[in-house]
């Protein structure tokens, strides 16, 4: 962050931010749409480890959230990997 030259405060405040756990029912009530909850869910699929234990039971949490449903996430899953 050093290299955006921010104010101090605003790097505390994203440092604070990034420490917080994640709330998934907050972040499934930013979906407004079904298009939108899959977003959020490819958004994260594409950032996590999925080999790493604790990423694989957050995108599960977070399709359930989302009411995602075992197809849509496993095309969403087939369409990331392409």
């Known amino acids: 962050m050093g290299a955006l030259a921010l104010e101090p405060e605003t790097v505390a405040f994203f440092k604070e931010e990034l420490a917080k756990p994640?709330?998934?029912?907050e972040i499934a009530a930013g979906?407004?749409?079904?298009?939108?909850?899959?977003?959020?869910?490819?958004?994260?699929?594409?950032?996590?480890?999925q080999q790493n234990e604790q990423e694989r039971a957050y995108l599960d949490d977070l399709a359930?959230?989302?009411?995602?449903?075992?197809?849509l996430v496993a095309a969403i899953e087939s369409q990331a990997k392409s």
């Open 31 to 49: 979906a407004d749409s079904p298009a939108a909850a899959a977003e959020i869910y490819l958004t994260s699929l594409l950032v996590i480890d």
């Open 22 to 25: 994640l709330d998934l029912k």
């Open 64 to 71: 359930k959230e989302l009411k995602l449903t075992p197809e």
